[in-house]
């Protein structure tokens, strides 16, 4: 059972509603959040006349069909406009770890914006930031000491490629400037994240990109046949780090400056490491001296079942970049953490990294990140997740008997599954085929089933889970019933 307390008492029902489908409409007043029909309406009208959403396709707010408006949360469910609940299946974007309606963090908010609301770290500092500095470093492995905030992922992994880049040129190795990166890998939308970023469908509108990004194979071992691999999975480990080896002598170690790596892949559907990869990817670029970022935006602060995945993964990186879990989403915060190596050519003279944030290190962020991190350890989430991640994954495995689920894979609470079309040959679906199942039937029947989640197709067609990391065995096989009354369907449309 969830281990997420209620601390707010619930509404009465004053509304009348029809339960009769998902496009039910409230009256008057409200039911587990609800707004009136009237009210619901004048939303839809202002989102169609104004709101860019992000990542999604305009046409079908512009069209009339509206979008769902969610309003309302509390622990592991969300409630929309109608007053329907669903179970957030996806931690909002793999961000709320501690569950929705947390008093504690909301109240840690409003504390710290009547004490100081707002000042930068521009020269100057105020003790939220130096706090969450701290604690951070505490929980970081090896000499990772250093932290550079941000507001978010994708500024977190842009200033590590750029710390990288005027690193390499204090030491005197000016031509280090290339990255290498995982085919399908995800890493942001600046634009130098972007260049980083192993989907091409995701680039070409934008470029020409920031020179400098190259790719490797990834580590799904599922397809390992397709990348021309033959082999167990601890060998599987050995060759696809030995594909960055081969990357760094085709391009001159002369001119790599960093390899970025997420513990577990997230695009294309949460590919783990095999046993071996980490240990032997940092034994390659400490032979060519080459950092190593563990791009763990997605991974850290208890998502894999450890503070840093890297180090449930038993390697060191140089640079560990961070977002999301940090403040459990209740406030926007993003951290670079940096080992005592590369902080040290700035830490002398007259040498300064110019690059900075506006809102980076709020103070309002900040104090609500020092709580979320008191909750963690109050609350022994971080066992919590080690605990039942096994349990997670055995009710996910149990829907490897439907003939569409081809592979079960991830770490923690942190889980893809992979849909095929022949499950004998893992024969994948073709691209209007994946359009069909994805969005023509998918995405919204699972919605419309209770659960939020992701069906994407970067890569191949995958289901993507990552629940708040307070549920347990009863929401497991609430997750798996509906997964499987969905998939089932799908599986008889084909």
Request: with cysteine; hydrophobic share 40%.
């Amino acid at each position: 059972m969830s281990i997420f307390t209620r601390t707010k008492k619930k509404k009465a029902n004053t509304a009348t509603t029809t339960h009769a489908d998902t496009h039910s409409v409230v009256t008057e007043g409200a039911l587990d959040g609800a707004i009136a029909a009237s009210e619901h309406a004048e939303l839809q009208q202002k989102a169609k006349d104004h709101l860019w959403m992000h990542f999604a396709r305009q046409a079908p707010l512009a069209n009339g069909s509206g979008v769902p408006i969610i309003v309302r949360g509390d622990g592991h469910h969300i409630y929309d406009a109608r007053g329907k609940k669903y179970i957030d299946g996806l931690s909002g974007l793999f961000v709320v770890q501690l569950g929705h309606g947390r008093e504690r963090l909301a109240e840690a908010a409003r504390k710290q914006a009547e004490e100081l609301a707002f000042f930068p770290l521009w020269s100057y500092a105020h003790p939220a930031a130096i706090e969450l500095a701290d604690k951070l470093a505490d929980y970081a492995p090896g000499d990772l000491n250093k932290v550079f905030f941000t507001t978010g992922g994708g500024e977190a992994v842009e200033s590590a490629w750029k710390l990288a880049k005027q690193y390499w040129k204090l030491v005197g190795k000016p031509m280090k400037h290339k990255v290498i990166s995982r085919s399908v890998a995800y890493h942001g939308t600046p634009q130098g994240a972007l260049a980083i970023t192993g989907i091409p469908g995701m680039k070409e509108m934008f470029e020409p990109l920031t020179p400098g990004g190259f790719r490797v194979p990834n580590t799904n071992y599922y397809r390992a046949e397709e990348m021309g691999f033959h082999g167990s999975l601890e060998e599987f480990g050995q060759w696809a780090a030995n594909r960055i080896e081969e990357m760094i002598l085709f391009e001159g170690p002369d001119t790599v400056a960093a390899v970025f790596l997420e513990p577990v892949q997230n695009s294309g559907g949460c590919f783990p490491p095999p046993p071996g990869y980490f240990q032997r990817v940092r034994e390659i670029c400490d032979q060519y001296d080459v950092l190593l970022v563990s791009d763990e935006v997605i991974c850290a602060y208890g998502r894999t079942g450890y503070m840093f995945a890297c180090e449930g993964f038993g390697y060191v990186p140089d640079i560990i970049t961070s977002a999301k879990g940090l403040t459990s989403g209740y406030s926007p915060l993003g951290a670079m953490i940096v080992s005592d190596k590369l902080y040290a050519p700035f830490a002398e003279g007259t040498t300064a990294f110019y690059h900075g944030y506006t809102f980076a290190g709020h103070p309002v962020s900040a104090a609500v990140a020092l709580e979320n991190l008191r909750i963690f350890e109050e609350e022994n989430i971080l066992e919590h997740v080690r605990e039942n991640s096994p349990k997670f994954r055995a009710a996910l495995e149990r829907l490897l008997d439907l003939p569409i689920v081809g592979d079960v894979r991830g770490e923690g609470y942190f889980f893809g599954i992979e849909l095929v079309k022949d499950k004998a040959t893992k024969q994948t679906f073709n691209e209007d085929e994946s359009e069909r199942l994805l969005r023509g039937f998918l995405s919204k029947a699972l919605f419309d089933a209770g659960l939020y989640c992701r069906a994407d197709d970067r890569g191949d067609p995958v289901i993507q889970l990552a629940p708040p990391l307070t549920i347990g065995e009863e929401e497991f096989d609430e997750i798996e019933a509906i997964l499987r009354a969905v998939l089932t369907e799908a599986s008889n449309r084909l």
